[in-house]
């Protein structure tokens, strides 16, 4: 992924995150933050370029979750999948957190 889209990617995410009202749930609010319905389908909403998100977490590890979304190598560039291994490690887990509640 290009430098800049990493910061562009990352700027949302850190202005999203730090204007969510206290209280609510940021694990729910990063998946729409990141844009992985642009890609993916999730409960019947999203694009189709990637596999569906809807019960991922029922049927991938936390761990197999966290390997996809670290990857930086050729098939993820070849699938269009970006890896998340700029994010904070706590916002990993919120993005995992997430996955997991599909």
Do not use: W
Not at 43 to 66: A, F, V
Not at 88 to 97: G, P
């Amino acid at each position: 992924m290009p430098p800049i889209r990493q910061v562009t990617l990352y700027l949302a995410l850190f202005l999203c995150l730090s204007s969510t009202a206290e209280g609510s749930s940021k694990s729910a609010e990063i998946i729409p933050m990141l844009g992985c319905r642009a890609c993916h389908q999730l409960n019947g909403k999203g694009g189709q370029l990637g596999p569906n998100l809807s019960g991922i977490g029922q049927r991938m590890t936390r761990r197999d979750l966290r390997q996809k979304l670290m990857a930086q190598n050729e098939a993820n560039v070849e699938r269009h999948m970006p890896s998340y291994h700029y994010l904070f490690e706590s916002e990993r887990q919120q993005l995992l957190d997430s996955l997991e509640q599909q």
